[in-house]
């Protein structure tokens, strides 16, 4: 059985909200929270590549964890009341990234469904399956180097496999990643319950016996195990896990908008126990100073979060000629890149019409033979002046450069080529492009089909999810 993580990812947040009006005080209680070294002190990417609108995108995963932050397993009378099946340690059943921006502005999020198929170290797999990846393979190198130290592996191994699927989110979604929160089953429980428990709004009656759903149609709270079933539920719903993964995003907007109240806020002992709550069941980043995330988030309302998913080719995607029956989410990296790249940032303004197309060249710095030219193949089909330029040296992510007079068209260059990162450079001539091509690019021009650029993606994805609608769901 899977268990919704996402709802419990997001509670670090709604927390941390909650705080902007209950005082730094009380915040600094979470100094002692569970910390890993999944980014790094100079964060994930290398000076220059930082966002320009000075937001912060925060990766909340969600895991199938029958173990707290410390490694102790979950007494089996919360397993009990969670119905958790076979242990999923290994497996990330839920991937959201949430933008914090820099202002009083509408917080944005979007899920990545856990069975997106995706090119990851090891080969193409399940993006839920990048931690298990990380953290065996980190295990089997400490063991070969001869340690023997129990504790150190485990811990060593996790950090890994965080970085791994931070990795894969990164690589699929083009986002740079700034701060990671993990929750599991016991944060699902304790935060729910600390809140005093989150409105839902049913269109008709529902009962499944795998999750343990057993509701009626309308509104009512759920809290602990009874919310837990609610956000579970695959079972005779529209789309099955897309249908799970619309009540999950519909909960934690819920939450959001519970956690805001003016009744929440106001009381300093459901505040005190959800924030021991994520003490006691959440893991950080090691960079994350939470007052000045704090200090960021001052503003932000009830109604200030968005929801939304990636878009995909094919929820019913057969990726294995040998095995017909196993199946995947297709998802389409330039399309996702471009996706994120429109979702959490808004494009400089476009060049007025019958403007010349600028001087592009592209270099290769991920070794892919023949790679620039191909891409300056797509951008003459675009109208732009583009050449290959050579190799590069090495790194990990692309990125387009562009005089400030040519905002608009990098921006547009970037757009074309899957949603790249773009930064502004006095360093590059006057009337030039520059494009880096790293060792992860797959958009338009990928020689091994790594891209699916072109392919149209499913176009009747739900509305937004927001934390002040009303939300009422199948």
Not at 95 to 103: S, T, W
Not at 309 to 319: A, G, H, L, S
Request: with cysteine; net charge neutral.
């Amino acid at each position: 059985m899977r268990i919704a993580g996402k709802v419990i990812a997001g509670a670090l947040s709604m927390v941390v909200f909650a705080g902007t009006a209950y005082g730094f005080s009380t915040l600094s209680a979470l100094d002692d929270i569970t910390r890993s070294d999944v980014i790094g002190a100079g964060g994930s990417v290398e000076e220059g590549q930082k966002h320009a609108d000075g937001a912060l995108d925060i990766l909340l995963v969600g895991r199938d964890a029958r173990k707290g932050p410390d490694g102790t397993p979950l007494p089996q009378s919360v397993l009990d009341e969670l119905r958790a099946g076979a242990n999923g340690d290994d497996l990330t059943d839920t991937l959201i990234v949430l933008r914090i921006p820099d202002g009083q502005q509408e917080v944005k999020a979007f899920s990545i469904p856990r069975d997106s198929y995706v090119s990851m170290p090891g080969g193409k797999g399940k993006i839920n399956a990048a931690f298990g990846r990380g953290k065996a393979a980190e295990a089997s190198k400490l063991r070969a180097a001869g340690e023997t130290d129990k504790d150190k592996i485990e811990k060593d191994s996790m950090t890994a496999a965080r970085k791994s699927t931070r990795q894969a989110v990164e690589d699929l979604t083009g986002v740079t990643i700034d701060h990671y929160a993990e929750v599991n089953l016991l944060s699902f429980s304790e935060i729910s319950k600390a809140v005093g428990g989150v409105e839902v709004c049913l269109k008709k009656a529902t009962k499944d016996e795998n999750s343990g759903a057993d509701f009626p149609a309308g509104k009512q709270r759920l809290s602990g195990g009874a919310a837990l079933a609610f956000v579970r539920q695959r079972d005779n719903l529209p789309g099955t896990d897309f249908g799970r993964m619309r009540r999950q995003q519909v909960f934690l907007a819920s939450m959001a908008h519970e956690v805001l109240s003016a009744g929440t806020l106001a009381d300093p002992g459901k505040l005190s126990d959800l924030i021991d709550a994520v003490k006691r069941s959440v893991v950080l980043d090691q960079s994350w100073n939470i007052l000045d995330f704090v200090s960021k988030m001052r503003g932000v309302s009830g109604g200030g979060i968005q929801f939304t998913t990636i878009p995909v080719v094919n929820p019913d995607y057969r990726y294995d000629k040998s095995h017909p029956t196993a199946t995947a989410v297709q998802v389409d990296p330039a399309q996702v890149k471009a996706f994120a790249s429109g979702l959490i940032g808004a494009a400089p303004p476009a060049a007025p019409p019958g403007a010349p197309k600028a001087s592009v060249e592209i270099s290769n710095a991920g070794g892919a033979s023949g790679l620039a030219a191909r891409v300056a193949d797509v951008l003459k089909g675009k109208g732009f002046a583009a050449t290959a330029d050579g190799n590069a040296p090495s790194q990990r992510t692309s990125i387009v450069r562009y005089p400030a007079a040519l905002a608009a068209e990098g921006a547009e260059v970037a757009k074309e080529l899957g949603g790249l990162s773009i930064k502004e450079s006095a360093d590059v001539p006057a009337g030039h492009i520059q494009v880096v091509l790293g060792k992860v690019y797959s958009g338009p021009g990928v020689s091994d089909g790594g891209s699916a650029a072109g392919v149209p993606v499913k176009t009747d994805q739900p509305q937004p999810v927001t934390s002040d609608g009303d939300n009422c769901i199948d």
